[in-house]
């Protein structure tokens, strides 16, 4: 198994553009999350999915679009990038969508780094 | 809602010393426990939990903590620390949501081991 995958590993915008950040898992798992972390300020919940085609908000949901078409799948899209969204992005997947007591699986991260 | 707290962000140590990092948390329901670490330039690794039962858990590179529930606590300590220990440790909390579980993160504490 590969795990979770994210792609890219680094990224440099502008201020205004848009992009997908990619996530992708092999185990099957359910449920699945996008966290940014910031010096200082651990990591943060964007927005998370319990199955394909339900999506909900986390705590700093704002500039960020995610959608789930797929078990495997969780992008993450940045509508118009701003300087305050630079940080490393960390994608996670979880075996049982209401297990609160299971692990959840870290991808590698993406550094993003908006300009 | 819950929070965690760290109240150290960074923690030095010379090798083979013993090391205690400090986790408090608040949350009005039930909780489950996780500490993470992340290795440099890597994603976060689960590096134990406790879920229920005994209060002190263990992990297999020799760290264990232990569920305090009246000082709502979950320290985590090695009796002695190696210097492929150097790497960032984050304390975090899960709670049912009912739809889904969350984790929230504390702010991580950076633990330098140095000869």
């Known amino acids: 198994n590969a795990g979770v995958t994210q792609t890219p590993k680094f990224q440099v915008l502008k201020t205004g553009q848009s992009m997908t950040l990619q996530c992708a898992q092999d185990m099957n798992h359910e449920y699945m999350s996008w966290y940014r972390q910031d010096p200082g300020m651990g990591l943060r919940l964007i927005h998370y999915?319990?199955?394909?085609?339900?999506?909900d908000q986390g705590e700093v949901p704002n500039g960020y679009n995610v959608s789930r078409s797929t078990t495997e799948d969780f992008p993450l899209r940045l509508l118009s990038a701003a300087p305050s969204q630079t940080s490393v992005y960390f994608c996670a997947s979880k075996g049982t969508s209401g297990g609160y007591g299971y692990e959840q699986y870290f991808g590698p991260g993406t550094r993003l780094t908006v300009t | 809602a819950q929070s965690v707290t760290q109240l150290d962000s960074q923690v030095p140590v010379f090798e083979e010393a013993p090391v205690e990092l400090r986790c408090n948390y608040s949350s009005s329901v039930s909780v489950y426990l996780f500490w993470y670490v992340q290795y440099p330039n890597q994603g976060l690794q689960l590096l134990l939990k406790y879920l229920s039962g005994s209060t002190l858990v263990e992990s297999i590179n020799g760290f264990e903590a232990e569920f305090n529930k009246s000082q709502t606590s979950f320290h985590l300590r090695k009796p002695s620390v190696h210097i492929s220990d150097t790497a960032e440790y984050f304390c975090a909390v899960s709670v049912n949501t009912g739809t889904a579980s969350k984790l929230t993160f504390g702010t991580g504490t950076r633990l330098q081991v140095t000869l």
């Open positions: 999915s319990v199955g394909a085609g339900i999506t």
